[in-house]
């Protein structure tokens, strides 16, 4: 039925199995804009923050997704500006994934604050001390380029090439996607960076507090290096998902692994600054402020096992696999290693979001819960079904992968299979 | 130029609450059904405190806690990302501009003190009960953060009077935040910290944080004193 909008020598399922395919999506997207449209129509009494918890699921949602979303200026920042040409097998997938994870972080921010209509406010009114100011403006401009950035990926529908000039116009785009890569790179770095700032410079959060390296807090750059580091992580376990699901290979071995080698490279530099982050913390930032570091992980359940599982098993595990040349050529344990890193900064951000805020600052305070009521997942969950049908939609009507057409036609690579070459490049 | 602040003797409070209810009158706070201590808007708090001991030995006391007003790098006023919260200069009041809050809610999880509340629902009065609202104070529309600013309404009216009767200062007895006037026990009391130091034995809350607040507490009690 809907054969004339997919790219020629590409084979997708039938509209019927597509359908089946995104039904429940779109069931999930409902439930959640409805959720949405209760708190945004009876106010945030419909959500379980309360004063104390002041941020919950959202931030912790919108700081997560923004740090997977960072594939997409890491990667074309490797590819446009180092000229790692091999990434353009996958540079469509990571703007998709950039795009979904910011707009949906960005229209979740919009619910969770309680008078969205007066956003504009921050850029009329701006505090160029706040990090939330910085954050915003980035965000915002870096919304605008992952747009541009997709709309090439969008002309190249088969329909749309057949206007001459959206095909023009898609050519002349793309001579602009250096400049674009550059400016995505420059502001992804401040708004990764921001975000991380936001707790790092509340002093009133020693838990979160972190001393300054010039203007900003160590976690501003914790954030950047975090969020390089499983960029690609998550843009290689996308495509693996994909791959699986679609039952096709849509991009060569050697990119996985050349992104698996990228990710694990920033991982092990990103575990060692956290380390010294935290010995300095600990040694020094925390005690000077009056709070000796263990008062913090003597409440449970957030004992000194998630500061090990942040370090060691989310971290040095998984960058030790993918930077070894031998186990990250096993696509169980690439794949794997993946998950980790990713599983790693969602625990960092619930780590920085949700346990700050339940740790007590005052002597005679208490140690807080908090569970997100209803709607709250359910906001969270669409933006989950957003991601997935703005990628199903696009991977079906889009050449999301080059390479796809090319290696349709040669046999399945092996998925297990001896060290290759250029494994240890 | 003022440097208004408190000084809270703890051992006089008693924990009967009058400042509390003082406070929500005279900010027009409405009465939500659905509030509870985490959800419910108390820019002035009594916190019940005790020293860890067991039955004879147990012993409790009060802290009516509030916006602090910090005055060194205050850290709501540094993180609002739309100067919604003010320092003023001439005072060392932080002030909360509700009309330009966004409801972000930065600035509660920067406050220290837990003092900054959410407006989660509409505000709405039993009918009849409007008419006992205050003129000098705005309500507060639902989706922004609000606190206390040491009854800005009675600012304005003690400058007001002061004015009509030509004067540049207002004169001290005509500006009385309501908690401190409504305090039965005399435990609150309102102050130019430049023209009355605090006494020497007081303490201030989370002082090592550096946030120069203006609210001194006192107390004869150690084990009061170590919550300092």
Redesign the interface.
Known sequence: MDKFLIARGLKRCSTGRFLLWVGPWFALLLFGLYAAGLCLVKGLNQTNMDNRFAFGLWIFLDLTVIALGAGAFFTGFLLYILKLDDLRAVINSAVIIGLTAYSGAVAVLAVDVGQPLRAWFTFWYPNVHSMLTEVTFCITCYLIVLAIEYVPIVLKNRRLKEVPSLLVFEFQLHKLMYVLAGVGTFLSFFHQGSLGGLYGVLRGRPFAFREGLFIWPSTFFLFILSAAAVGPSFVLLTTWLVEKITKKQLVRTEVLQLLGRISGLLLSVYVLAKTVDTLVWINRTSPHAGFPAAQFYGWKPFGIEILFAEIVLFGLLPAAILLMPRLRARRGLLVTAAALACCGVTLNRFVQTVQTLALPTLPFDKFLSYTPSWQEVGTFLAVVAYGVLVYSFSFRYLNVFPEERALKVQPAAPQEEEEPAYAGR | MKRYGMHIDIDRCNGCGACMVACAVENNIPPVA?ADD???ITPLRV?Q?DNGEAYPNRRTAF?PMLCQQCGN?T?CA???????VDVDPETGIVGQMAE???????C???????A???????PKWPAGMEAALNPDVAPRQ????EKCNFCHGRRHAAMEKAAAAGKREIDPADYVPACAEACPSGAIRFVDLNAQAAPADSFR??E????DPKIFYRSKKDWVK???
Do not use: S
């Not at chain 2, 509660?108 to 837990?114: G, R």
């Open positions: 659905g985490r959800k419910g916190y405190i802290i790098e850290p540094h993180v609002c990302p739309q100067q919604a330009r809050c966004l409801g972000c809610r930065y509660m999880a920067a406050c220290p003190y837990h900054r509340y959410f407006n989660w629902w509409d639902r989706g922004v953060v809350l989370l090592r944080l550096d946030t170590r919550n300092g």
